[in-house]
């Protein structure tokens, strides 16, 4: 059956035409409607099958979702302190042709054997993979380290000086001053164990760490009650959203280790130190206020949304922002917790209207183009006019129809994620299942199945 308050933009409609003479009676049911647009009506259209129990997935509550930067689809289950990933095609994969190793990431455990329920994920162009689980730390999973293997750490290193004096220095803030004083590297000193360490999930960042804490006190911020709800990156910087502390922090890649790998490559690998507090608590435009999805966009803007009054979406930074009163996706009784928000490779903004069970897509100035995970419902109604006649008025009824769209498909969605070719990839949570849309102006559309 439809839920009542899927009906609660049908009948503020309703409320409006009646104003102008017309009455217009409730939507019927809609279970088995599910129209196919033609490609030139410029709507969403579902791809076949969803993601589900039914086609053989096995997601307990699909919670966030990206497209990594090899294509993948990972999927964060938090229930299930898993990350599934997926092909385009829909496959899940565990071990792939091209050497990629994914199977650590079926069952999320930290160092200390503990599970990892993934709440936020977000994957750098270093294809470091970051595992949020609402905690005071951000967890990280390599997945170029886990394709090559790893064969060694270095454990030391031996720099030359300008005049020839040789030491042999262990720690990475040793190493760095000394460069900066033209010393060279001269050997590598190499060790063999617990190289799983690196091949797991990790502590990227930890705001217990006791010297770490002291940095995050700094900022006004509590390290034992950071609640970490969201993950972006831009460059060295890694973004956390502290839906507790009502912050956006900033962190900075460190190197934490110089590995080797299987192939005799030589790379480094990072954790994260706070430096600022990007963006701080408030109820304005530019402010945080229980921060949830987040993401960058190519001119360096971060977006993010927020459970918190009075603005669910904002970006900050970049060439422009949004302005209040101007620009749709800034009003702010259009969402009821806005979880997510996402960008495609045009600039288009999607957010996951999570109460409001749709997908809202914005164009890049901030207006609104589309729903998405909508039906559209014929709605019967009756016209009502009156018409002079000499000098009476004769009134006349006629039965239409108008076409609305009602959220009878998802079921609070969490998150959204688009690809390289425009396909919209929902997690559709309380369903558990993941949803394909596409717009069907695509003229190269074709189901999969």
Same mark, same amino acid.
């Given at each position: 059956?439809?839920?009542?308050?899927?009906?609660?933009?049908?009948?503020?409609?309703?409320?409006?035409?009646?104003?102008?003479?017309?009455?217009?009676?409730?939507?019927?049911?809609? !279970?088995?409607?599910?129209?196919?647009? /033609?490609?030139?009506?410029?709507?969403?259209?579902?791809?076949?099958? =969803?993601?589900?129990?039914?086609?053989?997935?096995?997601?307990?509550?699909?919670?966030?979702?990206?497209? /990594?930067?090899?294509?993948? !689809?990972?999927?964060?289950? %938090?229930?299930?302190?898993?990350?599934?990933?997926?092909?385009?095609?829909?496959?899940?994969?565990?071990?792939?042709?091209?050497?990629? %190793?994914? +199977?650590?990431?079926?069952?999320?455990?930290?160092?200390?054997?503990?599970?990892?329920?993934?709440?936020?994920?977000?994957?750098?162009? @270093?294809?470091?993979?970051?595992?949020?689980?609402?905690?005071?730390?951000?967890?990280?999973?390599?997945?170029?380290?886990?394709?090559?293997?790893?064969?060694?750490?270095?454990?030391?290193?031996?720099?030359?000086?300008?005049?020839?004096?040789?030491?042999?220095?262990?720690?990475?803030?040793? &190493?760095?001053?000394? *460069?900066? *004083?033209? $010393?060279?590297?001269?050997?590598?000193?190499?060790?063999?164990?617990?190289?799983?360490?690196?091949?797991?999930?990790?502590?990227? $960042?930890?705001?217990?760490?006791?010297?770490?804490?002291? #940095? !995050?006190?700094?900022?006004?911020?509590?390290?034992?009650? !950071?609640?970490?709800?969201?993950?972006?990156?831009?460059?060295?910087?890694?973004?956390?959203?502290?839906?507790?502390?009502?912050?956006?922090?900033?962190?900075?890649?460190?190197?934490?280790?110089?590995?080797?790998?299987?192939?005799? =490559?030589?790379?480094?690998v990072y954790g994260g130190t706070i430096t600022s507090r990007a963006v701080s608590p408030g109820t304005g435009n530019g402010t945080v206020n229980d921060p949830r999805g987040m993401? %960058?966009?190519?001119?360096?803007?971060?977006?993010?949304?927020?459970?918190?009054?009075?603005?669910?979406?904002?970006?900050?930074?970049?060439?422009? +922002?949004?302005?209040?009163?101007?620009?749709? &996706?800034?009003?702010?009784? @259009?969402?009821?917790?806005?979880?997510?928000?996402?960008? =495609?490779?045009?600039?288009? &903004?999607?957010?996951?209207?999570?109460?409001?069970?749709?997908?809202? *897509?914005?164009?890049?100035?901030?207006?609104?183009?589309?729903?998405?995970?909508?039906?559209?419902?014929?709605? =019967?109604?009756?016209?009502?006019?009156?018409?002079?006649?000499?000098?009476?008025?004769?009134?006349?009824?006629?039965?239409?129809?108008?076409?609305?769209?009602?959220?009878?498909?998802?079921?609070?969605?969490?998150?959204?994620?688009?690809?390289?070719?425009?396909?919209?990839?929902?997690?559709?949570?309380? %369903?558990?299942?993941?949803? @394909?849309?596409?717009?069907?102006? #695509?003229?190269?559309?074709?189901?999969?199945?």
């Open positions: 059956m439809v839920r009542i308050k899927q009906f609660l933009s049908v009948g503020l409609v309703v409320l409006a035409i009646i104003g102008c003479g017309i009455k217009v009676d409730l939507p019927t049911e809609t !279970v088995e409607f599910d129209p196919v647009f /033609g490609a030139g009506d410029t709507s969403y259209i579902r791809i076949s099958p =969803d993601w589900d129990s039914s086609n053989g997935y096995a997601f307990a509550s699909p919670w966030d979702i990206i497209v /990594g930067a090899d294509g993948y !689809v990972f999927i964060a289950d %938090h229930n299930q302190a898993s990350i599934h990933v997926i092909s385009t095609s829909g496959e899940e994969v565990i071990n792939d042709d091209y050497g990629n %190793h994914f +199977g650590a990431l079926s069952n999320l455990i930290d160092e200390a054997g503990a599970s990892i329920f993934p709440q936020a994920i977000h994957q750098d162009d @270093r294809l470091n993979l970051f595992i949020a689980d609402s905690s005071n730390r951000l967890m990280v999973w390599n997945q170029y380290l886990n394709n090559v293997g790893v064969d060694s750490m270095a454990t030391s290193v031996r720099l030359e000086s300008p005049t020839g004096e040789l030491l042999w220095v262990v720690g990475f803030d040793s &190493i760095n001053a000394l *460069q900066e *004083q033209d $010393w060279t590297i001269d050997s590598i000193g190499w060790s063999d164990e617990n190289l799983d360490y690196w091949l797991a999930p990790r502590a990227f $960042w930890n705001a217990s760490d006791s010297l770490e804490a002291i #940095e !995050v006190e700094r900022y006004f911020i509590d390290p034992s009650n !950071v609640h970490v709800t969201g993950v972006s990156t831009s460059g060295d910087q890694c973004f956390v959203a502290d839906a507790n502390s009502n912050a956006i922090m900033e962190l900075q890649y460190v190197p934490v280790a110089l590995l080797l790998t299987a192939r005799g =490559d030589q790379i480094l993401i %960058h966009g190519n001119d360096g803007a971060l977006f993010y949304t927020q459970w918190g009054e009075n603005f669910s979406v904002h970006k900050v930074g970049g060439s422009s +922002g949004f302005e209040y009163g101007e620009d749709d &996706i800034m009003e702010i009784e @259009r969402y009821e917790m806005a979880s997510d928000v996402s960008l =495609d490779v045009l600039g288009n &903004i999607y957010v996951a209207d999570t109460g409001h069970d749709r997908i809202q *897509q914005f164009n890049p100035s901030g207006r609104f183009t589309f729903n998405i995970g909508m039906n559209r419902v014929l709605v =019967d109604s009756t016209y009502s006019d009156s018409i002079l006649v000499g000098s009476e008025y004769e009134y006349i009824t006629r039965d239409t129809t108008y076409l609305v769209e009602v959220a009878d498909i998802l079921d609070g969605p969490r998150s959204v994620a688009v690809d390289a070719t425009g396909v919209v990839y929902i997690a559709d949570t309380k %369903h558990q299942r993941v949803m @394909r849309y596409r717009l069907s102006t #695509e003229l190269d559309y074709t189901t999969e199945e």
